[in-house]
């Protein structure tokens, strides 16, 4: 990717870096370490969103965050997501990405678990000077809600359009979208979801941000505002970020329509 070539957005979900079947904060160094080196070939133009894997759906859960407000659960969550996002950062950097963290927390009002504004001038100003700035899901102030917890999922599409961006990837354990013989559906649109959708469904791991069938809502929200095209695909597969961030269609795509 060179300078001036647009903006791409790349979602590294939670259950590649992290074990999302382990105990809380289990960390999967390696992959971490293998997904920065991917990630340095091509780190113009980029944001990065991470997911919060045990970092973060479990404490959730626990302090039951989706459904009430609890100052020291939202404190513990924000604290575990951002360890995670340290870890990251910190690969990114020996991986020689100029990666600074940035914590939603810190920057985000959302209202009734969706965000409602968002800081974004450091984070333009970040890119065109080629640092990448790295996010993840949080817990973010909520008008309505006290806190609520806001998904990595959810971070994707609005940045993707509000900071003008040609591609989104979405990078997660599976192939991408599964159909009910485990084959991977090549394309979803308005047109064919309501087909789709009785294959598609949350986690089979503690996720509190709708696992499966949470990414594809957004995606297909954000197609009805963008022509923008999002691809999900496994980033637990070696070659397979930096085959997305050169440019290669993979997984499953989220489009307006078929073309
Ligand atoms: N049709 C489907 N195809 C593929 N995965 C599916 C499908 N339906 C449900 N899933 C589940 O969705 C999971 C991916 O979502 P999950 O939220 O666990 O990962 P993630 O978003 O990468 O993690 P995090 O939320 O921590 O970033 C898959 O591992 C699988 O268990
Ligand atoms: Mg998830």
């Not at 659960?73 to 924000?78: A, K, Q, V």
């Not at 965000?115 to 100003?125: D, G, N, P, R, V």
């Not at 890119?127 to 806001?150: K, Y």
């Not at 084959?183 to 509190?208: E, H, L, Y």
């Amino acid at each position: 990717m060179k300078k001036g070539q647009g903006i791409t957005v790349l979602k590294i979900g939670g259950s590649v870096i992290t074990d999302k079947g382990k105990n809380e904060g289990a960390a999967r160094y390696e992959e971490i370490e293998r997904i920065a080196r991917e990630i340095s070939e091509f780190d113009t133009g980029l944001v990065i969103v991470h997911g919060a894997g045990s970092f973060g759906h479990p404490q959730a859960k626990r302090y039951e965050l989706n459904g009430k407000f609890d100052p020291r659960g939202s404190i513990i969550t924000h604290l575990s997501v951002k360890d995670l996002n340290k870890l990251v950062v910190s690969y990114l950097n020996d991986a020689g990405v100029n990666a600074i963290g940035i914590h939603p927390m810190n920057c985000v009002v959302s209202d009734d678990a969706r965000i409602k504004s968002m800081f974004l001038a450091h984070i333009q100003e970040m890119i065109d000077r080629g640092f990448v700035p790295v996010l993840h899901g949080d817990v973010v102030m909520d008008e309505r809600l006290g806190t609520s917890v806001l998904s990595g999922d959810q971070i994707v599409p609005y940045l993707a359009f509000k900071l003008k961006a040609e591609r989104i990837g979405i990078g997660s354990a599976a192939e991408g979208v599964l159909d009910g013989s485990g084959k991977t559906i090549g394309r979803i649109t308005p047109d064919n979801f309501d087909q789709i959708k009785q294959f598609i469904s949350g986690s089979a791991n503690t996720d509190v941000t709708g696992g499966m069938l949470g990414k594809v809502l957004e995606l297909l929200n954000l197609s009805e505002s963008s022509n923008i095209t999002s691809y999900i695909f496994n980033a637990g597969q070696a070659g397979n970020v930096s085959g997305f961030l050169s440019g290669e269609d993979i997984g499953t795509a989220i489009s307006k329509a078929e073309y």
